[in-house]
């Protein structure tokens, strides 16, 4: 697989080598902001930041919000246009139209490195 900069995969997410909350084009494959308008969702399930973000892509970024480490999930998991997330009962639950996936709070945590 293929990744820019720093961009690490790592199970179900691209981890970042640069800790913190700052953006910047590693982590969205666009400009160094995220503008406000751009951001669709957050939700903060457990010790979890989740954001929905569209911007020329859709795109679902986790945030551990103890350690500042930020990452996105990957497109084959959530593919933006028509997806959907939660984040309830320690579970990540994405949906696309009929498919259904949950992954555990826990896992998606543990690939934030």
Do not use: Y
């Amino acid at each position: 697989m293929k990744t820019r900069g720093r961009a690490k995969p790592f199970g179900d997410c691209f981890a970042f080598a640069a800790p913190g909350l700052v953006n910047g084009e590693d982590l969205t494959d666009g400009p160094a902001k995220l503008r406000w308008p751009s951001i669709k969702r957050v939700l903060l399930p457990d010790d979890l930041i989740l954001i929905h973000h569209e911007g020329g892509e859709a795109h679902l970024f986790v945030v551990d919000d103890q350690k500042g480490v930020p990452g996105r999930i990957k497109k084959s998991r959530f593919p933006g246009a028509g997806g959907d997330f939660d984040g309830r009962e320690g579970q990540l639950i994405l949906s696309q139209g009929t498919r259904v996936e949950a992954i555990g709070l826990g896992a998606v945590k543990g690939t934030l490195k």
